[in-house]
Nanobody, 117 residues
Framework: VQLQASGGGLVQAGGSLRLSCAASGRTFSNYDMAWFRQAPGKEREFVADISWSGGSTYYANSVKGRFTISRDNAKNTVYLQMNSLKPEDTAVYYC???????????WGQGTQVTVSS
């Protein structure tokens, strides 16, 4: 499956952004989807994931209550709604896909999110 992330940008602290990740090439609804991020000088970290059906979601503690992951299987797209953004949310955000018990092994190209204070 090929993944294309978009929607990043520059926003002030307290603002909102919605990231999108469009999938192609395989049956999107067969894949669990996730968002990861990597800040400069730091390791990539998990942000949120959603099951293939959309019935189960999980969030990193650092974003819980501020970010919402969702998916539209008819549009082959997963979203990350980010509210109450903080400067520490600044990172390149990546979407990823996996099937079943696999590790996330399909990755998009990343989209930059910059939150100014």
């Amino acid at each position: 499956v090929q993944l294309q992330a978009s929607g990043g940008g520059l926003v002030q602290a307290g603002g909102s952004l919605r990231l999108s990740c469009a999938a192609s090439g395989r049956t999107f609804s067969n894949y669990d989807m996730a968002w990861f991020r990597q800040a400069p000088g730091k390791e990539r970290e998990f942000v949120a994931d959603i099951s293939w059906s959309g019935g189960s979601t999980y969030y990193a503690n650092s974003v819980k209550g501020r970010f919402t992951i969702s998916r539209d299987n008819a549009k082959n797209t997963v979203y990350l709604q980010m509210n109450s953004l903080k400067p520490e949310d600044t990172a390149v955000y990546y979407c990823a896909a996996k099937q079943g018990a696999e590790s996330y092994n399909y990755w998009g190209q990343g989209t930059q999110v910059t939150v100014s204070s």
